[in-house]
């Protein structure tokens, strides 16, 4: 059996070179520095941002894919649900570009791997 323990899985998209494709979907997953040490320690090639945005309204919205994994077995009891928020970022945006974003920022650093953060704001709703 061939090694692949030194394979090189790196590729490289748009100019930036991620160690390997496996990248987090842009999700509740990562939203603070916390949640992206989590993901960064499990080898990704980089990290995708939950998308943050600024009218209240959006932060918060009931998804239809929700549901609690303990009904299917004990063992799913610590994890919650499946997709468990339905308030993917309460923070007000000036927390979410002073704080979680630079604390996301510095784990990518540690790792070595890019971080794509992910925002999303209605057309012609932004006020400067």
Do not use: W
């Amino acid at each position: 059996m061939k090694d692949t323990s030194a394979m090189d899985l790196s590729i490289k998209i748009a100019g930036i070179v991620f160690k390997n494709p496996v990248l987090p979907s842009a999700s509740e997953l990562v939203f603070d520095g916390k949640s992206a040490k989590m993901v960064a320690e499990a080898g990704v090639g980089g990290i995708v941002t939950k998308t943050f945005t600024s009218p209240p309204e959006d932060r918060i919205r009931l998804r239809p894919y929700q549901f609690p994994l303990a009904r299917f077995s004990s063992a799913f009891r610590r994890s919650g649900s499946f997709y468990s928020l339905a308030g993917p970022h309460v923070e007000d945006m000036d927390v979410v570009i002073e704080k979680n974003v630079p604390e996301m920022a510095q784990v990518c650093k540690s790792k070595e791997i890019p971080l794509i953060v992910s925002f999303y704001e209605r057309p012609g709703e932004i006020t400067a």
